[in-house]
């Protein structure tokens, strides 16, 4: 019998201009700073995202009327080096509430020197959401969903990568 | 976002192809070893079988006398895309904004 040997992980890494005490904090508590604006599956408009700094923690939209959408869950945090978190979205778009369905981040810091920061990212156990991938292919080709200018991005970040 | 129901997840809003679907994520089987594990007879996990394949969620390949299926690696290489483009997305948009931020403390 073949085995199945489908690479289910993303990894990306970028250095950033910052110590690794401010890396940390900016990609977690001030994750609202940069997280992509149209990349909420909320109703209401976005108030504000909440990163709390606990295993156990969520991470968090919440919408200008009050409501909340809790999309992940901390499953490790040691600041400022590294976390990990739960990726409860199923690919329907919606919160996925059975945690065997939901893939895993985990983010690293590595100070390169006093005031530079390598942060590598590991997406993984893709495969967890096997079933409805075309859902989600439907929604990055969607007029609404994920926009052109990610290919622009995409390639920016080939220049930068290092 | 928008939300999207079409395609694989109507295929597999259906409780039985659901229930395949799950089994296969764990490798890849038979047909007669799923419908052991179903209360549903061979002919209709062969019928289920071939309405997910229609809909490229799974392959099947022939062994021996035995016809095995098992998840389209096709269908997972999607979900790798789309993330990775995700996230380089994410991480040049934290570059920035952590950058930004430390030059205001100079």
Redesign the interface.
Known sequence: MTEQTVDAVVSNSIVVRAPIDDAFAVFTEGIGSWWPAEHHILQAELAEMVFEPRVGGHVYDRGTDGSECRWARVIAYEPPHRFVIRWDIGLNWQVETDPDRTSEIEVRFISQDIDRTRVELEHRNLDRHGPGWEAMRDGVNSPDGWPLSLRRFASRMEDEKS | ?????????AV?AEPTR?AI??LL?D??RAVGELADCLPVTRPAVSQHLKVLKA???VVD?Q?GTRR?Y??D?E??????A??????????????????D??KGRR
């Not at chain 2, 976002?1 to 997840?9: C, F, I, S, W």
């Not at chain 2, 269908?75 to 790798?80: F, L």
């Open positions: 976002m928008v939300t999207n129901q079409k395609g694989a997840l597999l659901l679907f799950e994520a490798g890849p809909a490229r969620l390949e062994q095995y098992a998840l690696p269908g997972i290489e999607e979900i790798r789309y993330f990775d483009r995700f996230w380089k997305y994410a991480l040049s948009s934290f570059k920035a904004a952590v950058e931020k430390e």
